[in-house]
């Protein structure tokens, strides 16, 4: 949690917060979760929030999904318009009234809620104890899966190479790179492969994109070199982020390579016909 | 060299988009900075192999500097009390103008003709060099590193490693051209013609300068450190030693600078400690033989102060300048440390060089950043470097009559226009009735997506929304279950 | 207001209402790692000071002036600065007048000011002392004195150091505690590892930057 709930007086020095300790993980697996689709996967990746429904659901979860549900407030407060993003986080505050967890198939988006939620509301102690538990019961999809469902996937598909990209804040704040690579490693007929200063970003960083489109295209065009570079067949990434500017990228290049959500992928390699239904 | 040609001439054009856009352009910096930085990068990883017992030490680093901050005011002022009891002379100076006026005082006290500086980051934000070569004093760099960028008229492009845009044929260029010596490519060669003159000129000098890495308020005592040898030459051999540090260098106790120290020399350059560990409490003694017969610290504000009265931004003085930061940082690694324009690159000279030069001044620094948090992860005192550009991009927008002020030249990215962008996007994601609306037009509507979109579709095909939003599909699905 | 004054006012109004932080130390995470079995210390310290092209010899105090003697012939040296007044410096300087060595002894026994160009240009060597090393970080410990001033461990491109093996410290933290050095610090204290280096130029590591382009360790392990 945030290190700004440690200070009794507001212009108090600041420590860093404790080290943190290893997550603790329910040891039953929930009859209901929420999925917090994000703003992203609304519309750019809609399949992989399907998905990753139909991945829960195959764990015998009933899903949820709220109808007013819209964005985590990450964009606006990435750039600077605090209050703008905490008027958007309030609204989603509202749609988690049970005590479901609430799992996002994108990781910068559950690492919003979980980690930065409380320095937004630092200013209302009310909302505290809230935000504690909601980031207690917020899951990045993957670690979900892994960790609370302890998934058991049957790989279908045929023999593959695939790398995975991570989301930076996502992996420094929640961990993720070793879910994914945890889930793959499942899957019997794929080998995943490193790819170059493969823990480097993108390049996308939100509004940095736009802001820093120079340096933005440096970074994602030694990205997108070092994942052809690495006899990858596919890319696969739980951030949609990170993949709309990988994608994006790659097909500005015309490259043949593709970055997959990590949801669309676990569940064509999982489900016996290989995804032939869609 | 005669102090004319020792004036910075480098000029620093355009702005930092435009510097950024010339550094990703120069495919030789390009190599030299990424090599450079993967070495470094190796080197810290393998210096920290258990990574408990680094995380543990950070933890510690971190709530040494915090106390200290917590107390800066006491601390500094019983530093005072130490050192003059040491006989050292403290001087204090709000801004560069009043530092460099407490150095030219003393340089002319003694008919200073020859000034030999060891590094130090604080002269560079003083830009002593100019300033006393205005005044018909030579001041020479001694670092090696130093001593090639100000041979080249050039700036630092890196706080511990000055010279580390140029390679090995770079510099015996330089070297050939400026000394008239054999052309050699032979580092070896290249340091020991830099030995040769240098030494001259640590021989020659009335007055050494050099920063401090750590003042220690229990026993007045500045610690140095460094590789070279050239900071304890500068701080030794001259009659005169002039410290300038910043008002945040100051810890309690001396026992504080053993994890400091570690956490220094392993983040910096993967050394488990520098060749030299420099610790000076006083001048020469009346039964001594060598040494400074005048020790002088000058404590620098420069702006820190208004890091300071933020408790959030306060955490930026709790900064060792290991230089970690920017040997991870994506960003520096591809443009340089020169396109930052500034004393400081990297992410700390993000979050510092505000403080010390206005916001108006660096009003992309905040923005140039993917957030990737490899700066904060690496950081040997847990600065949330992040967390704080991501504040002072909130300085950075602010409106120009926000009654809250908290820097200089906050607001200077302050757009109506954007602001007003920002409250329909707000708007949008508040109403879930006009949210639907727009979804439903956006999916309908994709295949109209221009495609060219700004500076996006420079190095990406534009993004087309999905036929259906996931509103809808999960909708669907979920029915009737 | 003079600056001082303004900068104190602000960073005290800044602190109001607020306590300081606690001094948490651990001193566990400043000495645990760095422990060693007795056995091991002198091994550590050579192991990290040769990493660093430190010269390192296990000799004793009967043999070192000797092998001091050797050293220096095979390098060619003909002069070597020495403090007379020091134990190890009369027991050289017996030594050398036992042996009829060439070497030429020099003592640094004036001020800097009156033999400065002979101390740049004309001293290839000295001789020094040391409080103490540290296996930690392969280092020597080294407070300068009138008979020993600072710049004797410095200019001369080849130095010397004695190092008893009864004085390898552990770790940093150790010897300030053991030596008591907030108690009291001398004008100038010095941890040393290794000669003079740079990495400035491509980060291609060379030696002799400014320093002491060699420097060597006498251990003697019966002191």
């Known amino acids: 949690m945030s290190q700004l709930f440690h200070n009794a007086a507001p212009n108090a020095t600041r420590v860093a917060p404790p080290l943190p300790t290893p997550r603790q993980y329910p040891s039953q697996k929930p009859g209901q979760v929420y999925l917090f689709g994000t703003c992203v996967v609304d519309l750019f990746f809609p399949e992989a929030g399907l998905d990753a429904i139909r991945l829960l659901e195959r764990e015998g979860l009933r899903v949820h999904f709220p109808q007013d549900q819209g964005c985590c407030g990450q964009p606006a407060y990435t750039s600077g318009y605090t209050e703008e993003a905490r008027r958007v986080a309030r609204k989603q505050l509202e749609l988690f009234a049970e005590d479901w967890p609430v799992v996002v198939p994108s990781g910068s988006c559950a690492g919003m809620l979980r980690e930065h939620y409380a320095e937004l509301f630092q200013d209302e102690p009310e909302l505290h104890a809230r935000l504690e538990a909601l980031a207690a019961r917020t899951f990045e999809l993957a670690e979900f899966l892994l960790h609370v469902c302890k998934v058991q996937l049957q790989d279908q598909g045929a023999p593959t190479k695939v790398a995975l990209h991570t989301s930076c804040s996502a992996r420094r704040e929640m961990n993720t790179h070793l ?52 006899g990858a067949a596919q890319v696969v990434s739980a951030d949609c982020g990170c993949l709309m500017n990988i994608n994006g990228a790659l097909a500005k290049q015309q490259a043949a390579l593709r970055g997959q959500h990590l949801a669309s992928f676990l569940w064509q390699r999982t489900q016996g016909n290989g995804g032939a239904d869609r | 060299m005669n102090s004319h040609t020792l004036i910075p001439t480098v000029q620093l054009h355009g702005d930092f988009k435009q510097r950024a856009r010339g550094a990703l352009g120069d495919a030789q ?3 030299n900075f990424r090599s450079a930085m993967d070495s470094l990068m190796a080197k810290r990883a393998s210096a920290f192999s258990d990574a408990d017992e680094r995380e543990r030490l950070r933890a510690l680093g971190n709530q040494i500097r ?40 003393i340089a002319r006290a003694h008919e200073a003709r020859q000034v030999i500086k060891g590094k130090s980051m604080v002269s560079e934000e003083m830009e002593m060099n100019h300033f006393l070569a205005e005044r018909g004093i030579e001041c020479l760099e001694s670092d090696m590193g130093e001593y090639i960028v100000q041979l080249d008229n050039e700036k630092p492009s890196h706080i511990i490693m000055p010279a580390i845009h140029k390679n ?45 890495n750590f003042a220690v308020a229990e026993t007045g005592t500045l610690l140095l450190v460094e590789n070279e040898g050239n900071g304890r030459m500068s701080t030794t051999v001259p009659a005169v030693h002039i410290a300038v540090t910043g008002i945040e260098k100051v810890v309690e106790n001396l026992r504080d600078t053993v994890p400091l120290l570690s956490l220094l020399t392993r983040s910096a350059l993967g050394q488990p400690i520098t060749t030299y560990v420099n610790m000076i409490s006083g001048p020469r003694k009346a039964d001594e033989l060598d040494g400074p017969q005048e020790v002088h610290l000058v404590l620098l504000d420069n702006g820190r102060s208004q890091a300071f009265a933020d408790s959030e931004l306060r955490q930026t003085l709790n900064c060792i300048r290991c230089g970690a930061c920017m040997n991870h940082c994506p960003v520096y690694t591809r443009i340089g440390g020169h396109a930052y324009g500034e004393v400081y690159p990297g992410p700390i000279g993000k979050i510092i060089t505000p403080h010390l030069v206005g916001l108006d001044k660096v009003p992309d620094h905040p923005s140039a950043s993917s957030l990737c948090g490899a700066c904060g992860e690496v950081c040997p005192v847990k600065i949330p470097i992040p967390s704080i550009l991501r504040r002072l991009r909130e300085e950075n927008v602010k ?68 036929k259906r939003s996931l509103h809808e599909l999960a909708r669907q699905h979920l029915e009737g279950k | 207001m003079s600056a001082k004054a303004n900068i104190l006012a602000k960073l005290k109004n800044s602190l109001a209402g607020t306590t300081p932080i606690r001094d948490e130390f651990d001193e566990s995470l400043v000495t645990q790692p760095w422990s060693y079995p007795a056995d091991q210390r002198i091994a550590r310290l050579r192991q990290l000071m040769e990493a660093v092209h430190g010269e390192t010899h296990l000799t004793s105090l009967a043999e ?9 012939g095979e390098r060619g040296i003909d ?17 050398c007048q036992q042996a009829g060595s060439p070497l030429t002894l020099k003592a640094y026994d004036r001020p800097i000011e009156e033999w400065k160009a002979e101390l740049f240009d004309a001293t290839p060597a000295s001789l020094t002392g040391t409080l103490g090393g540290i296996a930690a970080t392969g280092s020597l410990i080294l407070w300068p004195t009138r008979e020993e001033p600072r710049l004797m461990s410095l200019v001369p491109p080849l130095h010397i150091a004695l190092l008893k093996a009864s004085q390898v410290y552990d770790n940093f933290y150790e010897v300030q505690q053991k030596m008591q050095w907030s108690a009291g610090m001398p004008t100038n204290a010095l941890l040393v590892s290794g000669p003079s280096k740079t990495a400035d130029i491509e980060q291609v590591l060379a030696y002799g930057a400014h320093g002491p382009k060699d420097l060597i360790v006498l251990i003697l392990e019966d002191a």
């Open chain 2, 66 to 105: 915090a106390r200290a901050l917590s107390k800066l005011p006491e601390l500094l002022e019983r530093l005072e009390q130490n050192l003059t009891r040491n006989g050292v002379h403290v001087h204090w100076a709000e801004t560069v103008d009043e530092a460099n006026a407490i150095v030219l005082e």
């Open chain 2, 399 to 466: 409106a120009p009559n926000d009654p809250h002020q908290v820097m200089r030249g906050q607001g200077s990215k302050y757009s109506p226009r954007e602001r007003l962008a920002w409250k329909a996007w707000r708007t949008l994601y508040t109403t879930p009735a006009l949210y639907r609306l727009f979804s439903f037009f956006a999916t309908r509507l994709g295949g109209l997506t221009p495609s060219k979109l700004g500076p996006w579709t420079e190095h990406h095909v534009a993004p087309i929304p999905a």
């Open chain 3, 79 to 95: 002069r070597l600065l020495v403090a007379p007044s020091t134990p190890h410096g009369q027991q050289f300087s017996a030594h």
């Open chain 1, 179 to 230: 879910h994914g690579r945890a889930l793959l490693a499942q899957l019997s007929g794929v080998e995943r492969v490193e790819h170059d200063h493969e823990s480097e970003c993108c390049g996308f960083g939100g509004t940095f994109s736009i802001r820093m489109p120079d340096i933005s295209g440096a970074m994602v065009a030694d990205k997108t070199q070092a994942l052809k570079a690495s």
């Open chain 2, 29 to 31: 910096l390009r190599q």
């Open chain 3, 64 to 72: 070192w002036p000797a092998l001091l003697e050797r050293l220096l």
């Open chain 2, 168 to 212: 090995a044929g770079q510099v015996a260029s330089l070297f050939h051209d400026k000394l008239g010596v054999e052309y050699t490519k032979d580092v070896d060669q290249l340091i020991q013609i830099g030995r040769r003159t240098l030494r001259r000129k640590f021989f020659e000098a009335d007055i050494g300068v050099s920063g401090v």
